[in-house]
């Protein structure tokens, strides 16, 4: 018996809802999701950060800044387009490693909400992965060895995938000994943003 589809609209509030993790987090969950039944192009990021957390909306911190100049839209058009969705790999701040950095997102949430969400999206047309997590969920046994293996075969993911690294500043000597990533893959990225929101 085929199970009956589920709107977004009660899986949003199912997430909102969400404390699956609530005993192994630092801290309250706050799930940080953002999509739309108009949502073409889907960003999947590994989890918000801590800026994100305290905002409640994902991408406002210098990461964020970043992924938009290279998508080409500014903060008014990212946030107010219902065409652009947000889903990262984890919906929580995971909390910070003392190492340095963020833990990575813990693979319940995916496991809990990923295929039900994504199965709430027919209209998704390319999906932004963000970051290594994020690659390997989504591209299994298509993913190459490592993030600049597979963000550099870029194309043959196209057209439903492209792989980006994380636009954090800790991989801004990633981009300096990877310019081919500014000079090939961002400029596709913008033509295809403009052909999504200006068709």
């Given at each position: ?30 799930p940080?999701?953002r999509?739309?039944?108009q ?14 957390h305290?905002?409640g ?36 701040f ?48 298509q ?26 500043w ?15 893959v ?14």
């Amino acid at each position: 018996m085929t199970p009956t589809p589920v709107s977004l609209e009660r899986i949003l509030d199912e997430i909102a809802a969400c404390r699956a993790c609530a005993g192994e987090l630092p801290h309250e969950p706050r799930p940080v999701v953002r999509v739309f039944p108009q949502t073409r192009l889907l960003i999947c990021g590994q989890a918000p950060g801590r800026r994100v957390h305290e905002s409640g909306m994902p991408f406002t911190d210098p990461s964020g800044d970043r992924l938009r100049q290279w998508m080409g839209v500014d903060g008014e058009t990212f946030y107010g387009d219902r065409r652009i969705g947000v889903a990262a790999m984890a919906f929580c701040f995971p909390g910070t490693d003392p190492k340095g950095g963020d833990y990575p997102p813990p693979p319940r949430c995916a496991e809990l909400w990923r295929k039900r969400l994504l199965g709430a999206l027919p209209n998704v047309e390319l999906t932004l992965l963000v970051g290594w997590h994020a690659q390997v969920w989504a591209l299994g046994d298509q993913a190459k060895a490592n993030m600049t293996d597979t963000v550099r075969a870029w194309r043959e993911y196209l057209p439903r995938y492209l792989p980006l690294p994380h636009p954090s500043w800790r991989n801004t000597a990633w981009l300096k000994k990877n310019p081919w990533f500014e000079d090939e893959v961002t400029p596709w990225l913008r033509g295809e943003v403009a052909a999504i929101l200006h068709p």
